[in-house]
């Protein structure tokens, strides 16, 4: 079961990542005469690179505002209140929405002519610019998309952390004469910090899934300031019919994210083994 | 009189041939029947990209089923999701289709490729076409796609799209005194005066570059490729394409705030909603401005022919075909499907009762129903969209860059350099050397031979 689930696939692409084969060239998904031949090209491949560098500025800045935010509202929310425990289960909406339509409902908060974001600007005669066809705004527009959609999961993490920390350590600080922004430094943060560090991993690696956001609100561009790694091999594969290349754009891709998940996995262990 | 008349008709003899007759078709029933219903038993699988022919040719569905005894299974999908589909399908071979859409931008591919049937083989033959069928009543234009280097054709068009200029604010435009442009710098002015003017934008567009680009790139004398289809060396860098992407990027200065990553109906949207003046696309997306029931803007607006150029004046046009996959199971009744989905019958149906005028039989656009339907305004649409379609198919087929199978990668690459320049992020020269470059690798990388 395994087998034909993960493993078959994954060796399928990296079989065809070998070959030149397009959908209309007969015989081109058995060429293997030049099998590198693929991924000789990638490093001179502009778009390519370029889309490595969006990727990795999405995924950073997207990481760091999720982490941080999550965090921050976990703080606010972790009161013993029947409110706020209420209050709890809207912010998990946007995470529990189907990606497409997050994309929709934030397509029409950065469409101009029909949004209330710039009908509020235009009421304080505010003006502002075309966020997703703008050069310096599109991918600041996606990270804060996606950010609304995945802040929630950092949230819920930390919400839960938080929750299993004994009152005794807080209130021993208080008893010290610690002020709050020393408790949640030296009582809070080391309690958390694990939590936030496996979250924020995952979201590192799960961040290279932001396709939807990408195809509906920019396709990419204005030029190619959107393009992230997986929506180029998505262009090559569905658009041009590139599907030997764009299977080595995806190997490239998958190297990367096993990469980033064997770190988290060293790393975890390192910390066990440091006690 | 009458009763004696049948008596006498009531005879041994005749008594003996009724029995005869009746024994006949009493040991050979099945001959007689498939004779009503040639097609009985069979089941015909089709696919398509959802569109409005389809939808409104579902309604006339259970007519041919009912005729010919056959079971039609059409799907519909999304067009990504059908050109996928049916690229995987008609590339591996595989016989699950009978008859398909043929993409117009995959025409070429798909025919070069040899994956579908010859049509001719079936037209040529008097037993499986009826002269009144009349191949030759489709818009020559339309059917320029669908044919090989050698005129065979493999598909046949359903629908046609001819690129039209919709103006939706008349009423602003005298009161400013100005008229309706007929040449780039016409409607580069108009553009720039309406824009602003009762929170009006001059122009509107959307982000499928290259469609609404080229025919500025022709207007100035250039084109995407150096002489397509022969010679498809790409020519993005030449002076002539580099004018038509500055003139184009600096009209759409006088567009919507994010018009760049518009979608038609974005874009057709705030035509009809009054906040554009001018949208510049085809046919099927520019009249409803004036014929929908939402259309604010049903009194003020004209549709009329695109601006020319300065060296050519070539409107785009497309169509969408039917043919037949190469290794379908039921060949035949196929073709059935398709001479009755794309008969004079079903297409005068589909005007009369409908409203559907984006057919491509000439007969049916010249005839006088169709001409009083699709009049507005004082305005014959049938007659414009006649004279648009067939362009391409007059002289130089100027549309020919958008049938080669290598246009996907060259306009992807067009797509992106056009939005550096819109958005300043390189000047127009800069861009498209690097774009031509990029295009001369990727076609390189794909295995095109230049």
């Known amino acids: 079961m395994l087998l034909a689930v993960a493993v078959l696939p994954a060796v399928y692409l990296v079989v065809t990542s070998l070959t030149p084969f397009q959908l209309t060239t007969p015989g081109s998904a058995t060429d293997f005469s030049s099998p590198l031949r693929n991924y000789g090209l990638l490093p001179g491949d502009p778009r390519f690179v370029n889309s490595l560098w969006v990727q990795a500025k999405l995924s950073c800045w997207g990481v760091l505002f999720q982490v941080l935010l999550g965090m921050l509202l976990a703080l606010l929310l972790n ?63 996606i990270v804060i998309a996606d950010t609304w959609e995945w802040m929630p999961f950092t949230f819920l993490m930390v919400l839960a952390a938080l929750q299993t920390i ?9 008893v010290d004469g610690a002020n709050t922004l020393q408790i949640f430094w030296y009582v809070t943060l080391p309690f958390i910090t694990p939590i936030l560090v496996i979250s924020g991993m995952f979201r590192l690696i799960d961040s290279v899934k932001a396709f ?48 980033i998940s064997l770190g988290l996995v060293w790393m975890g262990r390192r910390r066990e083994a440091m006690g | 009189m009458k009763t004696s008349s049948r008596a006498r008709s009531l005879t041994r003899r005749n008594l003996l041939k009724a029995s005869a007759a009746t024994a006949v078709l009493a040991a050979f029933p099945a001959p007689l029947i498939a004779q009503t219903k040639p097609f009985a038993g069979v089941t015909l699988h ?23 005894g056959m079971k039609v299974d059409l799907q519909l999908s999304a067009f990504p999701v059908y050109n996928q589909q049916a690229n995987l399908e008609l590339s591996s071979g595989g016989s699950a289709y009978d008859f398909v859409n043929v993409t117009f931008i995959l ?22 076409t009826p002269a009144e069928w009349n191949p030759k009543d489709f818009v020559e234009g339309a059917q320029v796609p669908y ?22 604010r008349m009423d602003l435009m005298e009161k400013k005194g100005l008229k309706i442009p007929k040449t780039f710098a016409e409607l580069q002015q108009v553009c720039t005066e309406i824009n602003g003017t009762d929170g009006v934008s001059g122009i509107t567009s959307f982000q499928l570059h290259h469609w609404n680009l080229p025919p500025y790139i022709q207007g100035f004398g250039g084109n995407i490729f150096r002489k397509p289809p022969g010679d498809i060396m790409p020519a993005l860098n030449t002076p002539e394409t580099i004018q038509g ?50 259309s604010k803007v049903k009194e003020t607006s004209r549709v009329v022919r695109s601006p020319a150029g300065p060296v050519h004046d070539h409107p785009a046009s497309n169509s969408q075909g039917l043919g037949i996959p190469k290794n379908a199971k039921n060949k035949k009744a196929a073709w059935e499907f398709i001479k009755w989905a794309l008969s004079p019958d079903i297409s ?61 990668i060259v306009g992807d690459v067009l797509n992106k350099a056009f939005e550096q320049v819109a958005t300043g992020q390189l000047p127009a020269k800069d861009a498209m050397n690097a774009a031509q470059d990029q295009a001369i690798a990727a076609l390189r990388r794909a295995g095109t031979q230049l």
């Open chain 1, 79 to 141: 009161v013993p209140s029947r409110f706020v425990e209420f209050a709890r289960t809207f912010f998990l909406i946007p995470m529990v929405l189907p990606p497409i339509v997050v994309a929709v409902i934030w397509k029409l908060i950065y469409t101009p002519d029909i949004s209330p974001l710039y009908y509020a600007a235009q009421a304080l005669h505010f003006t502002m610019p075309a966020l997703t066809s703008s050069v310096d705004f599109a991918l600041t527009a």
């Open chain 1, 166 to 174: 004994p009152d005794e350590y807080s209130e021993a600080a208080l």
């Open chain 1, 212 to 259: 939807p956001l990408i195809f509906l609100l920019t396709s990419g561009g204005p030029g190619t300031v959107t393009e992230v790694t997986n929506y180029y091999a998505y262009l090559l594969a569905f658009d041009t019919n590139e599907i030997g290349y764009s299977s080595a754009v995806t190997v490239v891709m998958l190297l990367l994210v096993a990469g």
């Open chain 2, 46 to 68: 089709g696919a398509s990209f959802q569109h409005r022919f389809f939808t409104l040719l579902q309604k006339y569905i259970p007519e041919f089923e009912e005729k010919t």
């Open chain 2, 107 to 128: 025409a070429a591919r798909w025919v070069a490729a040899g994956l579908l049937a010859n049509l001719d083989e079936f037209t040529a033959d008097p037993n499986l």
């Open chain 2, 147 to 168: 044919r090989d280097a050698k005129g065979a054709t493999y598909g046949y068009s359903w629908e046609g799209g001819a690129m039209l200029m919709g103006l939706s």
């Open chain 2, 245 to 294: 992407i500055e003139f184009y990027a600096n009209l759409l200065k006088s567009a919507p705030k994010g018009v760049l990553t518009y979608t038609e109906d974005q874009a057709r949207q705030s035509l009809l909603t009054g906040r554009a003046n001018i949208f510049i696309h085809s046919s099927s997306w520019v009249t409803p401005i004036l014929l929908s029931e939402e």
């Open chain 2, 348 to 408: 005068m149906r589909l005007v009369k009762e409908h409203g559907h005028s984006s057919v491509c039989r000439r007969s049916i656009i010249t005839s006088e129903a169709y001409r009083k339907l699709n009049t507005v305004n004082g305005q014959d649409l049938g007659a414009l969209y006649l004279e648009v379609l067939e362009l391409p198919a007059k002289g130089e087929n100027y549309m020919a860059y958008r049938t080669v199978k290598e246009f996907p």
